[in-house]
C-alpha cells in the first residue's frame, strides 16, 4: 500500500485548504483511513477517519465543525478540507490507513506528511 498527501500550503488565518491523499495497492483492505498532524514539539494527534465501509467519521474536538473528510472511492483518495484556519493548526499533517481496527487503535500505513502553515 502506497498512500500520497498532497495539498499543503500557506494561508492567512480564516482561510481554507484541502489536503488528498491517494492510495494505491490493497484497498479493498482498509479498514479507516485518516488524518494525523503533528506541530512542531507536540506528539502526533489523529484529527478525522473515515470508515471504508460505511463512511461513518470521526474528528477531533479541536477540528470539528471545521474540518470535513470524504472519499472518493473510484480514484481510491481522501480528503480533508480545512475551513477557517487557525494559527495552531500550522502542523505537518500525515494520512494514514488501518486494516481491521480503527486508525486510533492503530495505523498500518503511513503517508509522507504535507506541510500546513497558517499565519496570523
Known amino acids: 500500500v502506497q498512500l500520497q498527501a498532497s495539498g499543503g500550503g500557506s494561508v492567512q488565518a480564516g482561510g481554507s485548504l484541502r489536503l488528498s491523499c491517494a492510495a494505491s495497492?490493497?484497498?479493498?483492505?482498509?479498514?479507516?483511513m485518516g488524518w494525523f498532524r503533528q506541530a512542531p514539539g507536540k506528539e502526533r494527534e489523529l484529527i478525522a477517519a473515515?470508515?471504508?465501509?460505511?463512511?461513518?467519521?470521526y474528528y477531533a474536538d479541536s477540528v470539528k465543525g471545521r474540518f470535513t473528510i470524504s472519499r472518493d472511492n473510484a480514484r481510491n483518495t481522501m480528503y480533508l478540507q480545512m475551513y477557517s484556519l487557525k494559527p495552531e493548526d500550522t502542523a505537518d499533517y500525515y494520512c494514514?490507513?488501518?486494516?481491521?481496527?480503527?486508525?486510533?487503535?492503530?495505523?498500518?500505513?503511513w503517508g509522507k506528511g504535507t506541510q500546513v502553515t497558517v499565519s496570523s
Open positions: 473515515i470508515n471504508w465501509n460505511d463512511y461513518s467519521t
Open positions: 495497492g490493497r484497498t479493498f483492505s482498509f479498514y479507516s
Open positions: 494514514a490507513v488501518s486494516n481491521g481496527r480503527p486508525l486510533r487503535n492503530g495505523v498500518d500505513y
